[in-house]
């Protein structure tokens, strides 16, 4: 999820009683909240490197706890004392924790299990950016401060903002889990469908980020890759998505994927996109490029007569 998301989850774990625990709970939920992108540091050294470890070491499990660890003891710091170590790392863990199950809720996924695997994990319920989650935590957050501006006028007594806090917590849960069953109904309208008269190898549903009924899909056949924008309410026509022929296998493909580039993207593309085209330099070379369907997300090199492969790009769009 984005970092907005993030730092409104972990203000509303705090004024859901969490702040009870600990007088700097607050800041430190907003930190712990927002730690495992911490990543983005990998920015400078230039996108690819960014995207090869964005959602890596920082986003796993075996991290979590060291750096649920490392803002406890800076904050014990501050406090000048250990005595507040074992709260301060439960409220570090919880934010830590909060931060990744909200990105194992949308399609970009994370990687659990580094360093002793690889793999990707997501959920596909959510987008990266969900309005209807912005709305419900920003009201979460807002609220309670026009509340103590109107109380202030009329002499009231102002809340606390525990109520809205817990609302909204109980929200986000119940929402992916929405989320997550109509999702499976995307999958089964794509799923259950004959794409013309092969059936589909596999498929795969994305949100959007306002409309929990609009999903973009992708079905992949033996020979062909489809892309869809569709509602759950309307009907499903198989002809109406975009479709791409997948190339053949050749040696200029097969040098193209043996480059780190080429290897690091087809670890985290789900449903990569190959495309050959002659290229006028060098002399009877090719421009070989993989263009994840998911993000947009492209890698391309030139091979040339000797299968040699000239250099490699990355961009995220």
Not at 114 to 142: E, G, H, K, M
Not at 196 to 221: I, K, M
Not at 252 to 276: C, H, I, N, Q
Request: hydrophobic share 45%; net charge neutral; charged share 15%.
């Amino acid at each position: 999820m984005d970092n907005l998301t993030h730092t409104l989850t972990g203000l509303a774990m705090s004024r859901a009683g969490l702040n009870r625990c600990y007088k700097h709970a607050t800041p430190l939920l907003l930190l712990a909240a927002n730690a495992p992108d911490i990543d983005i540091v990998m920015l400078s050294r230039g996108g690819f490197e960014y995207f090869q470890y964005h959602r890596a070491i920082t986003h796993s499990l075996a991290a979590a706890p060291v750096l649920a660890l490392a803002i406890a003891l800076l904050f014990c710091a501050l406090d000048r004392s250990l005595r507040n170590l074992a709260v301060t790392f439960g409220l570090a863990l919880a934010g830590v924790a909060s931060h990744l199950l909200l990105d194992w809720t949308n399609a970009y996924g994370v990687r659990f299990l580094l360093p002793f695997s690889s793999d990707w994990y997501s959920l596909d319920q959510t987008n990266i950016l969900d309005v209807w989650i912005w709305a419900v935590l920003i009201l979460a957050a807002v609220a309670p401060s026009v509340a103590r501006l109107v109380s202030s006028e009329v002499g009231a007594r102002s809340g606390s903002g525990r109520g809205l806090a817990i609302f909204a917590l109980v929200f986000l849960a119940l929402y992916n889990a929405g989320r997550g069953v109509i999702h499976q109904r995307a999958l089964e309208t794509l799923e259950s469908r004959v794409y013309e008269e092969a059936s589909p190898l596999r498929a795969g549903a994305f949100p959007t980020s306002a409309n929990p009924l609009q999903w973009d899909g992708v079905v992949e056949t033996g020979s062909t890759v489809r892309r869809y924008h569709f509602n759950l309410l309307d009907s499903f026509d198989p002809d109406s998505g975009e479709l791409f022929q997948k190339p053949e296998s050749s040696a200029a493909v097969d040098a193209a994927g043996r480059t780190p580039e080429f290897r690091v993207f087809l670890g985290f593309s789900k449903y990569p996109l190959w495309s050959v085209v002659p290229v006028p330099e060098p002399e009877n070379g090719v421009r070989v490029q993989v263009r994840d369907m998911r993000f947009g997300f492209t890698v391309e090199t030139v091979v040339d007569a000797g299968n040699r492969v000239t250099g490699a790009s990355f961009r995220f769009r």
